[in-house]
């Protein structure tokens, strides 16, 4: 174990602090300019996943490198470099859903120098008798023997249907529920990548329970050519993908497949779409001044706002056939705050 120069890690984000900071500002620098840079020497990575990043590890006065077979605490990520504020972006995303009652990773937005980057505390590491020990976790390509190539529905891999009866057999009713709570909040917050291998369970001897949510983040904030940039969930929810095209009729098909009553997926859905405008707003008015102000963060509050309007709006929508007159979900979205 390597330790760099001490510093808090939980400090306030606009604090100066010094020491470690240059080197990992440094590592986020190279990854910025190479995004296969990931690892450095004699490291291993145990999380896959498509964004840049590398890992830390909690010291009692600052930040470690893990090597060799010791665990890692946390994950530090630059954001995706074409996307503005992504970093910051995802940080409210995850802290809004957890502001909805969902378990989520814990994270801190933090700027090393110059370089902005989201610090996400590892849900699959526990302290036992002064020891970091690694808890057993599979995302649910790696849970259902699939290829990881295959982490999109619409790449033959797993959707609604078959992650809940995984989770129904393996783990119970409870954990079906809680992962249709999470589809719903990733809809309802705009954020596309919500595929297979963005869930995972944990394993523990025989007992298998769904993971704490990691990797949420809105796409809402991105348009291209006067377009929303993501504009469809990774999931089909009913035979629709698009976000602020969801109806009534949709959602009963996705209670369909997630094997829950109909009737309790509705008031999900509109409790939580009565919710995330708030815990959006909420999470972004309490950043400091300088973050809260971008204007990326203001068209996310304003777009959270009017899916889950266009949400609640759609929920008595049932009847058959596909809506066909007046702009699409993502279109109205688009022209927000443009």
């Not at 649910?140 to 249907?161: F, T, V």
Request: proline share 6%.
């Amino acid at each position: 174990m390597r330790q760099l120069p001490a510093f808090d890690p939980l400090a306030e984000f606009e604090q100066q602090v010094g020491g470690g900071i240059a080197e990992i500002a440094d590592r986020l620098r190279r990854l910025r300019e190479d995004d296969t840079d990931w690892l450095g020497d004699g490291e291993h990575w145990s999380l896959a996943g498509a964004q840049s990043k590398f890992t830390l590890r909690a010291l009692g006065d600052g930040w470690g490198i893990a090597h060799g077979a010791e665990p890692s605490t946390h994950i530090v990520k630059p954001g995706i470099g074409t996307i503005p504020s992504q970093a910051l972006i995802e940080h409210v995303s995850m802290r809004a859903t957890a502001a909805l009652g969902l378990r989520v990773a814990s994270t801190l937005y933090v700027e090393f120098e110059d370089q902005p980057a989201i610090v996400v505390t590892r849900f699959d590491r526990r302290e036992r008798d002064s020891r970091w020990e690694r808890i057993h976790q599979e995302d649910l390509c790696q849970a259902l023997a699939l290829d990881p190539s295959r982490k999109h529905e619409s790449d033959r891999g797993p959707g609604i249907a078959r992650i809940a009866r995984l989770l129904r057999d393996a783990s119970g009713p409870a954990a079906v529920d809680e992962f249709g709570r999470a589809v719903i909040a990733n809809y309802l917050l705009g954020a596309p990548d919500a595929h297979a291998k963005n869930y995972s369970v944990m394993l523990a001897g025989s007992a298998l329970q769904l993971a704490a949510l990691y990797d949420v983040a809105s796409g809402l904030t991105a348009a291209r050519d006067g377009r929303l940039r993501f504009p469809r969930a990774a999931m089909s929810l009913g035979g629709e993908r698009s976000f602020g095209d969801v109806s009534g009729r949709h959602w009963t098909g996705f209670a369909t497949a997630l094997g829950v009553d109909p009737d309790q997926v509705r008031e999900w859905v509109l409790t939580l779409a009565q919710q995330a405008p708030a815990a959006m707003a909420d999470t972004i008015r309490a950043l400091p001044p300088r973050q809260r102000r971008r204007p990326e963060l203001r068209q996310l509050t304003a777009r959270v706002r009017l899916l889950s309007e266009l949400t609640q709006r759609r929920l008595d929508d049932t009847a058959p056939g596909r809506r066909s007159t007046g702009p699409t979900g993502p279109e109205l979205l688009a022209d927000v705050d443009r």
